[in-house]
């Protein structure tokens, strides 16, 4: 940093990031239906966050300085505020329990917040000095929901009001949920600057009970039942983190997370909290056997899908266990969080090969890459951390992509099944190339998901488990399996491909395109990332300096892979000039018409040519992995809290 001045800026910046969402939120919910003004002011505004997370992200990371920037004030007034907000959060869930007779979330509820509430106004919590806390795993953050999730704001203003069009017989509450989508934000950068557990822990809260609102924004009984499944999976997730809060607070003398992984790394029991935040975390980032909510959480529209899949809420729990993956190392906390996170990176990605559905074929790949960032979490190694945070960044944003752009697709062609995208290539150019660019970003080299992976098996082997192993790469295998099925479906041409009228607003483009962009130029910036943004992430977490866990050869066979895959096609392409080439149509069961797109019949009809994935759920689909999935991973975090916090008391 260049001194006070520009800390003292740096901050109230920060104070603006956490206020201002929550602002722009009453103003949307103020404003007309769908009316040019509030797609201007959901422009304008959202431009503005993302410039003031933009100008914070970059003073930290060209700071120079590795340390933590940590920054102390008076936060009195803000105590007050936050203990009258839990009260109003605890009563609204109260509620709207109460009114939908779900009455297993009010328990919830009041077994996270009251005793939270009696450690605050008896004067028993800890006064932690650190407050607010802004470190380069902070800024990373920042980038992620300051421009993912303003872009998925973005992108929301002009598909709400094509999703009203198209589904007529939901009411047309799009300020309500457009507003949520910024209380979410708001919350998002609250969490990440906050040093202090009880201000984590509000902010934690506010995620679970945004996510609650817009999963039941359509109000039909499959909506109301997935939100509160959604709820009280967070809330019992909650339940642990208030635990986990007050046992640092009343045994260990601890306020801030930064004194948890710091200095109060020497205690023992310090593993007891972190026990408890990780289970936390498993249920926020819907590992199994909590990983249905996220399903679930389809029923909303899509870009709600977005922001919970890719920049809000799924990373709040993934982002705690990076925070204390250093703890983890070589303890029983470690091992049973890897475990479940290899575990649930496995069978996730063999649940997406037999859904057709897109979204659930997303939901399904988003439970599983965050089973794989868990499990590097969980090896508290700097290859795990690594490899966690360069996975956090290439997910959010292809993630956010890909949901987008199958919103779009169903509402040109109102349907989002994976069949139906048979020869999208020529139905819907410009989607077709944008999804494809997504897709090959989750999963071909030399994007970074693949390097990522490259980490996290090297972090796997250095921990010596054979079955972490096998889980990445049996789990790697049923990823490309999925993703190879959808690109060949978007590129085969069989029957009635003829362009569809592509009816995407230009208000979504301008969210899209900047994404699809990012995920081409991340491909190519990978090493800078690597040496700006995760290594001093590694030093802040580890406490010294930690050695380039991506070589210079790493990168040359990386910039090799880059060369292939423009070398490949141009190659054969000049390889054929001059040959001689021969067209045959296809082997079709019955005498091909000339057309490659129908066949004779035997009974002499022209019938038309189709081509369908095969799915393989009588084998291991939903009916039969996904009940013993959860219940094997449910013991497995039973066994884990049994035997850490049980054993601690």
């Given at each position: 940093?260049?001194?006070?001045?520009t800390?003292?800026?740096?901050?109230?910046v920060?104070?603006?990031l956490?206020?201002f969402p929550?602002?722009m939120?009453?103003?949307?919910g103020?404003?007309?239906?769908?009316?040019?003004l509030?797609?201007?002011?959901?422009?304008?505004?959202?431009?503005?966050?993302?410039?003031?997370a933009?100008?914070?992200?970059?003073?930290?990371?060209?700071?120079?300085?590795?340390?933590?920037?940590?920054?102390?004030?008076?936060?009195?007034?803000?105590?007050?505020?936050v203990?009258?907000?839990?009260?109003?959060?605890?009563?609204?869930v109260?509620?709207?329990?109460?009114?939908?007779?779900?009455?297993?979330?009010?328990?919830?509820?009041?077994?996270?917040?009251?005793?939270?509430?009696?450690?605050d106004?008896?004067g028993?919590a800890?006064e932690?000095?650190?407050?607010?806390?802004?470190?380069?795993?902070?800024?990373?953050?920042?980038?992620?929901v300051?421009?993912?999730?303003?872009?998925?704001?973005?992108?929301?203003?002009?598909?709400m009001?094509?999703?009203?069009?198209?589904?007529t017989?939901?009411?047309?509450?799009?300020?309500?949920?457009?507003?949520l989508?910024?209380?979410?934000?708001?919350?998002?950068?609250?969490?990440?600057?906050?040093?202090?557990l009880?201000?984590?822990?509000?902010?934690?809260?506010?995620?679970?009970?945004?996510?609650?609102?817009?999963?039941g924004?359509?109000?039909?009984q499959e909506?109301?039942?997935?939100?509160?499944?959604?709820?009280?999976m967070?809330?019992?997730?909650?339940?642990?983190?208030?635990?986990?809060?007050?046992?640092?607070n009343?045994?260990?003398?601890?306020?801030?997370?930064?004194?948890?992984?710091?200095?109060?790394?020497?205690?023992?029991f310090?593993?007891?909290?972190v026990?408890l935040?990780?289970?936390?975390?498993?249920?926020?980032?819907?590992?199994?056997?909590?990983?249905?909510?996220?399903?679930?959480?389809m029923?909303?529209?899509?870009?709600?899908?977005a922001l919970?899949?890719?920049?809000t809420?799924?990373?709040?729990?993934?982002?705690?266990?990076?925070?204390?993956?250093?703890?983890?190392?070589?303890?029983?906390?470690?091992?049973?969080?890897?475990?479940?996170?290899?575990?649930?990176?496995?069978?996730?990605?063999?649940l997406?090969?037999?859904?057709?559905?897109g979204?659930?074929?997303?939901?399904?790949?988003?439970i599983?890459?965050?089973?794989?960032?868990?499990?590097?979490?969980?090896?508290?190694?700097?290859?795990?951390?690594?490899?966690?945070?360069?996975?956090?960044?290439?997910?959010?944003?292809?993630?956010?992509?890909?949901?987008?752009?199958?919103g779009?697709?169903?509402?040109c062609m109102?349907?989002?099944?994976?069949?139906?995208?048979?020869?999208?290539?020529?139905?819907l150019?410009?989607?077709?190339f944008?999804?494809?660019?997504?897709i090959?970003?989750?999963?071909?080299?030399?994007?970074?998901?693949?390097?990522?992976?490259?980490a996290a098996?090297?972090?796997?082997?250095?921990?010596?488990?054979?079955?972490?192993v096998?889980?990445?790469v049996?789990g790697?295998?049923?990823?490309l399996?999925?993703?190879?099925?959808?690109?060949?479906?978007?590129?085969?041409?069989?029957?009635?491909?003829?362009?569809?009228?592509?009816?995407?607003p230009?208000s979504?483009?301008?969210?899209?395109?900047?994404?699809?962009?990012?995920?081409?130029?991340?491909?190519?910036?990978?090493?800078?990332?690597?040496?700006?943004?995760?290594?001093p992430?590694?030093?802040?977490?580890?406490?010294?300096n930690?050695?380039?866990?991506?070589?210079?050869?790493d990168?040359?066979?990386?910039?090799i892979?880059?060369?292939?895959?423009f070398m490949?096609?141009?190659?054969?392409?000049?390889?054929?000039?001059?040959?001689?080439?021969?067209?045959?149509?296809?082997?079709v069961?019955?005498?091909n018409?000339?057309?490659?797109?129908?066949?004779?019949?035997?009974?002499?009809?022209e019938?038309?040519?189709?081509?369908?994935?095969?799915?393989m759920?009588?084998?291991?689909?939903?009916?039969?992995?996904?009940l013993?999935?959860?219940?094997?991973s449910?013991?497995?975090?039973?066994?884990?809290l049994?035997?850490?916090?049980?054993?601690?008391f």
């Amino acid at each position: 940093m260049k001194g006070a001045n520009t800390l003292a800026n740096i901050l109230n910046v920060v104070n603006f990031l956490i206020l201002f969402p929550f602002i722009m939120a009453i103003i949307i919910g103020l404003l007309k239906k769908a009316s040019p003004l509030r797609s201007a002011v959901i422009i304008i505004g959202g431009f503005t966050i993302m410039a003031a997370a933009i100008y914070v992200a970059v003073n930290v990371l060209l700071s120079g300085n590795k340390a933590d920037f940590v920054y102390l004030e008076n936060t009195e007034l803000h105590n007050h505020i936050v203990v009258a907000l839990e009260v109003f959060l605890m009563v609204l869930v109260c509620f709207l329990s109460i009114k939908y007779k779900k009455f297993y979330a009010i328990i919830f509820s009041l077994v996270g917040t009251i005793p939270v509430l009696w450690m605050d106004l008896t004067g028993r919590a800890v006064e932690g000095l650190n407050h607010i806390r802004i470190d380069t795993f902070a800024a990373v953050m920042y980038l992620i929901v300051g421009v993912v999730g303003i872009l998925i704001c973005i992108y929301a203003s002009g598909y709400m009001k094509d999703y009203h069009h198209h589904h007529t017989d939901v009411q047309d509450r799009s300020n309500y949920f457009l507003a949520l989508m910024f209380v979410f934000l708001g919350a998002m950068f609250g969490l990440i600057s906050s040093d202090n557990l009880g201000f984590i822990y509000f902010f934690w809260e506010i995620t679970s009970v945004c996510s609650f609102l817009m999963i039941g924004y359509t109000r039909t009984q499959e909506a109301v039942d997935n939100s509160f499944r959604a709820l009280w999976m967070n809330l019992l997730g909650g339940c642990g983190f208030a635990a986990g809060l007050i046992y640092c607070n009343l045994f260990l003398g601890i306020a801030n997370l930064s004194q948890l992984t710091g200095s109060a790394a020497t205690s023992k029991f310090v593993i007891v909290p972190v026990t408890l935040f990780a289970f936390a975390a498993l249920t926020k980032s819907a590992q199994f056997p909590f990983s249905r909510w996220l399903l679930g959480a389809m029923v909303a529209p899509t870009p709600s899908s977005a922001l919970l899949h890719s920049a809000t809420m799924v990373k709040i729990g993934v982002y705690m266990l990076i925070r204390v993956s250093p703890l983890m190392y070589n303890t029983l906390t470690g091992i049973m969080i890897t475990v479940i996170g290899g575990f649930t990176f496995f069978a996730a990605s063999l649940l997406a090969i037999t859904v057709s559905d897109g979204k659930k074929v997303l939901a399904y790949s988003t439970i599983s890459n965050l089973g794989l960032i868990t499990a590097c979490a969980g090896t508290g190694t700097t290859e795990g951390v690594w490899a966690a945070v360069m996975l956090v960044l290439f997910h959010a944003v292809s993630k956010s992509l890909l949901f987008q752009t199958v919103g779009d697709i169903e509402n040109c062609m109102h349907s989002r099944d994976i069949e139906d995208m048979h020869g999208l290539i020529i139905k819907l150019p410009r989607l077709a190339f944008i999804m494809m660019i997504g897709i090959c970003g989750m999963f071909m080299a030399p994007f970074g998901m693949l390097v990522s992976k490259w980490a996290a098996l090297k972090a796997f082997v250095d921990s010596g488990s054979v079955w972490l192993v096998i889980f990445l790469v049996f789990g790697s295998g049923s990823t490309l399996f999925y993703w190879a099925k959808w690109l060949g479906k978007i590129c085969t041409v069989i029957h009635q491909s003829f362009e569809l009228e592509d009816i995407t607003p230009r208000s979504e483009m301008v969210s899209i395109f900047p994404l699809t962009s990012m995920i081409v130029i991340m491909c190519f910036a990978f090493p800078w990332m690597s040496t700006h943004m995760i290594q001093p992430i590694l030093d802040e977490a580890f406490h010294t300096n930690i050695p380039d866990v991506i070589g210079g050869s790493d990168v040359i066979i990386m910039m090799i892979m880059v060369a292939m895959i423009f070398m490949i096609p141009i190659g054969s392409r000049i390889l054929a000039i001059g040959k001689n080439s021969k067209m045959t149509m296809s082997y079709v069961a019955g005498v091909n018409a000339g057309d490659d797109r129908h066949y004779i019949d035997s009974f002499g009809k022209e019938r038309a040519l189709y081509m369908s994935n095969w799915y393989m759920d009588e084998i291991f689909g939903e009916k039969k992995l996904l009940l013993p999935c959860i219940i094997v991973s449910a013991v497995l975090v039973a066994v884990m809290l049994i035997i850490v916090v049980g054993g601690a008391f």
